[in-house]
């Protein structure tokens, strides 16, 4: 009997030490969104002979959270980027690099993504998504405000994960989040245009100094290849391979691609092949993968996970 009521008492101790274990647990908050932690990082970007490379790199946002996605503003004086300081959404924020200082710019229930912002600097542009959202391409104006349909007269509801919008022309090329399909908007003729299949989740471009769009496409053979695309002709032209995992990219001012693959930054140039030009791991970051480069070449954002320091 004795060694019963022993047993029965260290059964009782680990089951409620177990229960203490569980219960001091950090347990999402009910409706929380599933994104993952990753911060953005800046970087000054020197240019010598064609070549990149970064220097001063520092962690901007530097919390706990979900802070992607940026995209700087046409005078270079400032990024939006994608937050959810609330564990339920996620709002369009914006960095002033020569404060520091961030600013929330929407406040919905809803979540925005992919933000940007038209070439006068006034009109925001995003990605909605939620419950009661039509998952589409949204404007408002920098205080949020003013929420407008982008694609209303095409009665589009293809859902938009991805999109590049020239302005000047009124085309929008985006990448449909279920269909993993490509479309081309001309928003001034109302017409819709399905360009390709098997497109990977990636943001289009606007190639600079054209009117071309570039986005990533999966060949049949399973390579993954930098293509660009004439939204007049709709002629579509390979660029260059991708020679990695991350499918994320961005284009220079004078026309080069950057791009994270591991903890190297790799620039390529129309005719040539990819370089490794700067080294992230002196850095206290892993697991680079958004990058975007501002108007004036100056500045580089990467998105990656903080590493802890002691």
């Not at 008492?9 to 999402?28: E, G, K, R």
């Not at 496409?217 to 390979?238: D, S, Y």
Request: charged share 20%.
């Amino acid at each position: 009997m004795k060694n019963i009521i022993q047993s029965s008492l260290l059964f009782l101790s680990i089951l409620l030490n177990s229960v203490s274990v569980f219960a001091v647990q950090d347990d999402p908050p009910e409706g929380a969104l599933d994104l993952p932690e990753c911060d953005v990082y800046l970087f000054d970007v020197v240019t010598a002979e064609n070549l990149i490379s970064i220097a001063n790199g520092r962690n901007v946002t530097q919390r706990r959270g979900y802070d992607n996605q940026p995209w700087f503003t046409p005078k270079s004086q400032t990024f939006l980027f994608t937050a959810n300081h609330q564990p339920d959404r996620t709002d369009v924020y914006e960095f002033e690099l020569a404060s520091g200082k961030i600013r929330q710019l929407t406040d919905s229930p809803d979540q925005e993504y992919s933000p940007q912002v038209s070439e006068d600097d006034q009109t925001l542009s995003f990605v909605t998504d939620g419950k009661t959202a039509n998952q589409s391409i949204w404007s408002s104006n920098r205080e949020g405000k003013n929420l407008n349909w982008v694609l209303k007269n095409l009665g589009e509801r293809e859902p938009v994960g991805y999109y590049a919008w020239n302005r000047s022309t009124g085309k929008i090329l985006f990448w449909s989040r279920y269909g993993f399909s490509l479309q081309l908007v001309d928003i001034q003729s109302n017409t819709t245009r399905y360009v390709t299949g098997d497109a990977i989740p990636v943001s289009p471009q606007i190639i600079p100094r054209t009117a071309n769009f570039s986005f990533v496409h999966r060949q049949g053979n399973g390579e993954a290849w930098i293509k660009e695309l004439n939204p007049e002709t709709l002629a579509i032209r390979p660029l260059v391979m991708i020679e990695g995992a991350n499918h994320h990219y961005a284009w220079t001012p004078d026309g080069s691609i950057l791009m994270a693959q591991g903890t190297q930054l790799k620039q390529w140039r129309v005719g040539g092949k990819w370089k490794d030009v700067a080294d992230f791991s002196e850095y206290a970051m892993q697991s680079p993968t958004r990058v975007a480069v501002s108007p004036d070449g100056k500045k580089l954002a990467v998105v990656a996970v903080a590493v802890e320091q002691d």
